[in-house]
């Protein structure tokens, strides 16, 4: 045990003051000594976990909260994490522009609703509808559809709203279903209590958390390493009964990259469907890969031209290229919206509709994604997907040539013959690879391990962390856990020099590891000597939550996370 265990630094530092608070200094006395500059003053006064009684002005306010952010990362080079972290200076301005926005309230903020509706259309439809006949279409819904980005069918009525992330997202395409199916079973007057829903392990937490919120059996589909650690669809059909309300297919393993196969999936349920009768449908999980494969991989079978493709989510903050806190949810047709999740109300003014987890939602995240669409074009997100698979691309090829490690993601491999539509002259076409996002998850070689037996692989991520570098080392998902995976998520932000810089120092770290200076210091660095904060007192306790330690066993405690 380390022996900051044994300390308490919150006493500790009080006992090192000048003026500890239980002593007779007052605040009031410090502050005369130089009233131009108060950051510490204000500081000493404000307690940490209650309410202030009085407050503090709103300059010091801010100095005291930008100081201690400070020690946040840097988000350019958290190469953890999928979500956007860098807009141009116009969106942003447009940004604190609506920040006081309410997009809920239609009556009030009629242009920010407005914007909304032509963000859902750009997802699904080409631009063909006049100004004057868009505002005939009534709130979510567009009854005239052409094939576009999710290519979406000219008979349909799509309708889709905007949500906090792709989780919510995930939570309504998730109720759509059990609704649907809870309908079919009353009328056929079965049991209509025990819903169960068919992903692989690979899936991110949000999928999960829908199951257990809404009392879902989750029926988890193991992953194989060599299969790319997603669901093959022939391991998912032992796993579907007459209970199963869908299906969800991963559009980009938070993982590895790797997309599941949403066509292969749809065939093999309509096979199910005419051995048994079942009538199992899809939602896609697109949170990075449905900004993604419309601009990278165009002949890619996977959205509302796959039949049993009933609902769609993607994240808005993640390849979509806005600031956290944006995701999208569109249903084929409204036919797949169960009217129970759709609430009219009068209130704000006008008649208006909500089928949202929650009510209140910020306008501004949606006017940016607006912005990007007329900023960038078709044209621009291709060329920033293009890029960011070409970056990936490199990352990928110089870890497998260093010999140091193995690499699981697979978009530098090139297709070969499946691949005739595209040239393979044209080697910056992503298309010539396979399919998948900008990822690059990766482990030491066997060689390496083979030489160097005592380097833990988790060292890696503790070094870099040292040079700046967030890369995550986690276990790969059920069916391959015992495998650690090193992952790097190629952004928009991370330019090629960025990159060459990145393979410098993966190099540097891990060849440090091979001297017994490097192991040494590895060991030390592994125990904690980097600097992070301390997140237990943010962390809740098992002991308090009803019966721990009684749960089953696949989800004693609480949820892993990816």
Not at 54 to 70: M, N, P, R, V
Not at 443 to 459: F, G, I, M
Request: charged share 25%; glycine share 6%.
């Amino acid at each position: 045990m380390s022996l900051s265990r044994h300390i308490d630094p919150e006493q500790l530092i009080e006992q090192s003051k000048d003026y500890p608070h239980k002593k007779h200094s007052t605040a009031e006395s410090r502050r005369g000594l130089h009233r131009s500059w108060r950051r510490d003053e204000d500081a000493a006064e404000v307690p940490k976990y209650t309410l202030p009684k009085q407050g503090i002005s709103s300059k010091a306010a801010y100095q005291l909260l930008h100081d201690e952010t400070a020690l946040d990362g840097n988000p350019l080079l958290n190469l953890a994490s999928f979500v956007h972290t860098w807009m141009p200076e116009d969106a942003d301005k447009l940004i604190m522009e609506n920040i006081n926005k309410n997009i809920v309230d239609m009556d009030e903020y009629p242009a920010a609703s407005l914007i909304h509706n032509r963000c859902i259309s750009i997802l699904v439809i080409s631009p063909i509808l006049s100004d004057e006949a868009f505002k005939t279409v009534s709130f979510h819904i567009l009854p005239y559809i052409v094939a576009d980005l999710w290519k979406a069918p000219k008979e349909g009525k799509v309708i889709g709203t905007a949500t906090a992330g792709s989780s919510e997202a995930i939570m309504l395409g998730g109720l759509a279903m059990k609704k649907r199916w809870q309908e079919a079973r009353k009328a056929a007057g079965k049991d209509y209590f025990h819903p169960n829903i068919v992903f692989g392990s690979n899936a991110q937490v949000a999928l999960e958390k829908f199951a257990r919120y809404f009392d879902v059996e989750t029926r988890l589909v193991p992953v194989k390493e060599e299969k790319g650690f997603i669901m093959d669809p022939h391991d998912a059909i032992p796993f579907i009964d007459e209970n199963t309300i869908g299906v969800i297919v991963i559009l980009g393993s938070t993982y590895t990259g790797h997309f599941e196969d949403v066509k292969l999936m749809s065939d093999l349920l309509d096979d199910l469907k005419e051995r048994t009768g079942l009538d199992i449908n899809i939602h896609v999980d697109g949170a990075s890969g449905a900004f993604i494969a419309p601009f990278a991989h165009p002949h890619l079978k996977w959205s509302f031209n796959v039949p049993r493709v009933v609902s769609i989510n993607t994240s808005g903050h993640k390849f979509g290229l806005v600031y956290a806190g944006l995701g999208w949810v569109l249903w084929r047709d409204e036919s797949f919206l169960h009217r129970d999740l759709v609430f009219e109300l009068h209130y704000l003014g006008s008649t208006e509709y909500s089928f949202t987890l929650n009510f209140s939602k910020p306008a501004a995240p949606v006017i940016a994604q607006m912005f990007n669409f007329l900023n960038l074009g078709f044209d621009g997100y291709k060329k920033i997907a293009y890029k960011d698979m070409r970056n990936a691309r490199m990352l990928s090829r110089a870890l497998e040539s260093s010999t140091y490690f193995k690499v699981f993601s697979n978009i530098h491999i090139p297709r070969g013959s499946e691949g005739a539509h595209v040239s393979i002259h044209n080697k910056d076409d992503p298309e010539v690879y396979h399919a998948g996002l900008p990822v690059v998850a990766f482990r030491l070689s066997d060689e390496y391990k083979k030489d160097h037996p005592n380097v833990r692989q988790v060292w890696i991520q503790t070094l870099l962390r040292t040079k700046g570098w967030i890369v995550p080392n986690y276990n790969a998902p059920l069916g391959a856990e015992d495998i650690e995976i090193l992952r790097i998520v190629v952004r928009e932000t991370l330019s090629e020099d960025l990159i060459e810089r990145l393979i410098v120092d993966i190099i540097a770290v891990t060849e440090s590891l091979t001297t017994q200076e490097g192991n040494v210091f590895a060991g030390v660095t592994a125990t904690g000597a980097v600097s992070k904060p301390d997140h237990d007192e943010a962390r809740p306790d098992k002991a308090n939550f009803g019966d721990a330690g009684n749960e089953p066993q696949e989800q004693a405690g609480f949820s892993r996370q990816c």
